[in-house]
């Protein structure tokens, strides 16, 4: 006993002499990418780093004076979005985007250094690969966003989870008020005090953000609106449908609206609709998913959150390129617990990753004009996804609905699922093979 829960602790002090290919390779591609943002380096396609040097900084200089960006409809981000934007100014050695792609990597070098950490309380390494291979290859727009930020936060609470729902639950609370998808890192936490900890603690964050600034900065909540007048976005999953329609003759058009390129024309509502409908679907599936789970694994929770930002993600009217960072990181997480499903999806995650860097910022013009081989990249990306978000979906039902009932059924004189949900997760910890921890 006292062997397993050893293998269980997490790493504490020191350097794990065993990662050096990991920091290795972290370096060399983290560098190169901080080369092609900082303009050192010419990487092709479109200039990604725009949105930093001109709308970023255009949005900080209008936070610094106490309001959110007024009536402006490319402001769709939750109040405490404000803070990663903002943030760049306190490096005042810096100008602002070089300050903004340096904290960029500080928060790519975070994520590195809890899932190496966790891989040291007995963890599976494929996690950090999946985070050392995965960032890269999204090209420059990994660090020309806040995404990273955002999904440091996600992973920290992804791991904190593990033993410590509370501060698991402040961490997706402040990190929806970021950009609302962290909060599905709490999706699998187990049924129980753990459950009632973690969300109770995240909705006393996010309310108490939401209101602080509410009172302190007008226009706090206007991304609201803003994000229900967004329609088809041209990567997204439904925009498959206008692509293939321009070639019999469909009569939209491709314009700049709400901040990113969408079809408008006939029918573009309609598409858009099924895409909501798709992701009420998703929604519902989980839901019936939390109620019928009768096992948890020290995993379930990361398979959980994985699958949920995976079903999210595709379904939505609007996939840019910088959500794959979304799912990076909860692919990182799953793929590092030995008692995880998720490892194929995982590297799914990462296959959709490479072809996107293809479609966007190499192929963009071909997938706005809807030419041949941009319709080909996106049919493959938005495939790769649909497929790992089927195989996700199915791996965790199997793993906490079908296969505990299947031995509830076949061992009668074995624990039922009610006890295998109640020895959750401290049985757990000392049966199940070694996972990672919380940072």
Known sequence: MAEDETATAPGRGGVDRSAGWELLVWTGTRTLLLACVLGLVAFPGLDVTTDVSVIYRDWAHTLRSGVFPPEDVTWQYPPAAALPILAPGLLGFLDYAAGFFVLACAADAAVLAMLLRASRGGGRRAGVWVWVLGVPLLGPTAYARYDLMVTAVAVAALLAAVRRPAVAGAL????????????????????????????????????????????????????????????????????????????????????????????????????????????????????????????????????????????????????????????????????????????????????????????????????????????VLLAVRNGLLVVASVVAARRLWHSTVTEPRRVALTEADGPGPAEHAAEAPAADRRAEAPSPTEP
């Not at 229900?228 to 019999?248: D, I, N």
């Not at 599936?285 to 789970?293: I, N």
Request: aromatic residues 12%.
């Open 172 to 375: 997706a609370g402040f990190g929806a008020m970021l950009k609302v998808w962290p909060v599905l890192v709490l999706l699998g936490t187990p049924r129980g005090g753990r459950t009632r900890t973690a969300w109770g603690t995240a909705v006393a964050v996010a309310v108490a953000l939401a209101a602080g600034f509410a009172v302190a900065m007008p226009g706090a909540f206007a991304f609201l609106t803003a994000q229900g007048e967004r329609g088809t976005e041209v990567e997204s999953l439904g925009a498959l449908v206008f692509h293939v329609a321009r070639f019999f003759g469909w009569e939209g058009r491709v314009e700049l609206h709400y901040g990113s390129m969408e079809f408008l024309g006939p029918y573009v509502p309609l598409v858009s609709t099924a895409a909501l409908v798709l992701s009420a679907a998703a929604c519902g599936w989980l839901l019936l998913w939390r109620l019928r789970a009768a096992a948890w694994t020290p995993a379930t929770h990361a398979d959980a959150a994985f699958a949920a930002v995976l079903l999210f993600t595709t379904t939505s009217r609007v996939l840019s390129p910088q959500y794959m960072i979304w799912l990076l990181g909860a692919a990182a997480v799953c793929a590092g617990f030995r008692t995880g499903r998720m490892l194929l999806p995982a590297w799914l995650v990462v296959a959709a990753t490479a072809v996107t860097v293809l479609e966007f910022p190499l192929g963009f013009a071909y997938v706005v004009e809807s030419e041949p081989a941009g319709v």
